[in-house]
């Protein structure tokens, strides 16, 4: 007969290969646990953080309450498990029935026994686990998750904070066309802000500003969706966009351009998007960000935060304190932040 244990406390699902910046953030930004050296506890490998366990990517922090964090949460968890439990079950169909009885939208993630976490998906209502093709619209709701730690046990949560499967979004890949991989960080942003703003994606006639353009990933994506774009950077883009009538280049610090002059290039009284994937300190590039927002002549901002060495996160809390921001890790992110901003 199937069980439910309550666990206290909250589970992180760290981006993948990114464990170490998760717990890195936890103790940086949270002050949250001590890192120990792994252990092997009943056949389970593990780190130990604290009173904490890893499954896989998934990080269970029992004593981590975000109350007392002012509801916070850490960046480089792609999904937050915020009342996780145990369910022992003795079948898949089990398993399945008492997930279903909980809420409809359940998505796995998987370290061990794929398989039958295969057939507890097939199962239950159907959610689309596929790659998609840019671009794409999200249901801004939440996602349950559960991961199999044995045959007969789960840990899951109904009540999570993204509404990705798994906390993840992965496009299917263009190998021919686009001029860098860089391209799919702008399809994630623009994604995530369609679903967090409400917002339509860039479109036929909208003004765009890329500072640090080239090779062109970004313009190509915003160029793909009908938008005009003023590219600059110190190196020209790819020779197709550079062709492009819709394209304007020019060879300059973007981040002297004074938002007056992007404007009258651009013959708007604001421009429609503003972004940045430029490889500059973080200092610099608030004070880029805040420039425009006194200007009051950029409607959406989407911006790349590069981290230089171990996170500033006094400074991190800076772009964070931005109204109407939304701070995220994206899943085509490394070691960076993005900023959306919508004003």
Same mark, same amino acid.
């Given at each position: 007969?199937?069980?439910?244990?309550?666990?206290?406390?909250?589970?992180?699902?760290?981006?993948?290969? $990114?464990?170490? *910046?998760?717990?890195?953030?936890?103790?940086?930004?949270?002050?949250?646990?001590?890192?120990?050296?792994? #252990?092997?506890?009943?056949?389970?490998?593990?780190?130990?953080?604290?009173?904490?366990?890893?499954?896989?990517?998934? *990080?269970?922090?029992?004593?981590?309450?975000?109350?007392?964090?002012?509801?916070?949460?850490?960046?480089?968890?792609? @999904?937050?498990?915020?009342?996780? &439990?145990? *369910?022992?079950?003795?079948? /898949?169909? !089990? =398993?399945?029935?008492?997930?279903?009885?909980?809420?409809?939208?359940?998505?796995?993630?998987?370290?061990?026994? &794929?398989?039958?976490?295969?057939?507890?998906?097939?199962? *239950?209502?159907?959610?689309?686990?596929?790659?998609?093709?840019?671009?794409?619209?999200?249901?801004?709701?939440? /996602?349950?998750?559960?991961?199999?730690?044995?045959? %007969?046990?789960?840990?899951?949560?109904?009540?999570?904070?993204?509404?990705?499967?798994?906390?993840?979004?992965?496009?299917?890949?263009?190998?021919?066309?686009?001029?860098?991989? #860089?391209?799919?960080?702008?399809?994630? @942003?623009?994604?995530?802000?369609?679903?967090?703003?409400?917002?339509?994606?860039?479109?036929?006639?909208?003004?765009?500003?890329?500072?640090?353009?080239?090779?062109?990933?970004?313009?190509?994506?915003?160029?793909?969706?009908?938008?005009?774009?003023?590219?600059?950077?110190? =190196?020209?883009?790819?020779? @197709?966009?550079?062709?492009? !009538?819709?394209?304007?280049?020019? #060879?300059?610090?973007?981040?002297?351009?004074?938002?007056?002059?992007?404007?009258?290039?651009? !013959?708007?009284?604001?421009?429609?998007?503003?972004?940045?994937?430029v490889i500059c300190y973080p200092e610099r590039l608030l004070e880029w960000i805040k420039a425009w927002r006194e200007s009051g002549r950029a409607k959406n901002i989407i911006c790349t935060?590069? $981290?230089?060495?171990?996170?500033?996160?006094?400074?991190? @809390?800076? &772009? #964070?304190?931005?109204?109407?921001? %939304?701070?995220?890790?994206?899943?085509?992110?490394?070691?960076?932040?993005?900023?959306?901003?919508?004003?």
């Open positions: 007969m199937a069980k439910i244990e309550q666990l206290r406390g909250t589970a992180f699902l760290a981006f993948p290969d $990114m464990k170490n *910046l998760l717990t890195a953030e936890l103790a940086g930004r949270f002050g949250y646990g001590q890192i120990v050296e792994s #252990a092997t506890i009943e056949g389970m490998s593990f780190s130990h953080f604290g009173d904490s366990r890893w499954y896989g990517d998934l *990080l269970y922090c029992p004593d981590f309450n975000p109350k007392y964090f002012d509801g916070e949460l850490p960046y480089w968890a792609r @999904s937050v498990l915020a009342e996780p &439990f145990l *369910l022992h079950f003795d079948s /898949i169909g !089990e =398993a399945a029935s008492e997930l279903k009885n909980i809420q409809r939208n359940w998505a796995p993630y998987q370290y061990q026994l &794929f398989r039958r976490a295969s057939l507890i998906q097939d199962k *239950l209502p159907y959610i689309n686990l596929k790659v998609r093709s840019f671009p794409v619209n999200i249901p801004n709701s939440p /996602i349950g998750i559960y991961t199999l730690l044995d045959e %007969k046990t789960l840990i899951a949560s109904a009540l999570t904070n993204s509404p990705l499967p798994a906390g993840a979004i992965q496009f299917a890949e263009d190998h021919t066309n686009p001029p860098s991989r #860089a391209y799919l960080k702008i399809q994630e @942003s623009l994604t995530l802000y369609h679903t967090l703003f409400g917002l339509d994606f860039p479109k036929e006639g909208d003004k765009c500003f890329e500072a640090g353009a080239c090779p062109g990933g970004w313009t190509w994506v915003l160029r793909q969706l009908g938008a005009d774009v003023l590219a600059v950077d110190r =190196a020209e883009l790819a020779p @197709s966009l550079m062709a492009d !009538e819709h394209v304007k280049f020019m #060879a300059h610090d973007a981040f002297t351009l004074k938002p007056e002059e992007v404007c009258g290039i651009l !013959e708007c009284d604001k421009i429609d998007w503003l972004l940045s994937d935060i590069k $981290m230089q060495g171990a996170v500033n996160w006094p400074l991190i @809390s800076e &772009f #964070a304190k931005i109204p109407n921001s %939304k701070i995220v890790h994206l899943n085509y992110n490394k070691h960076e932040l993005t900023i959306l901003i919508h004003n």
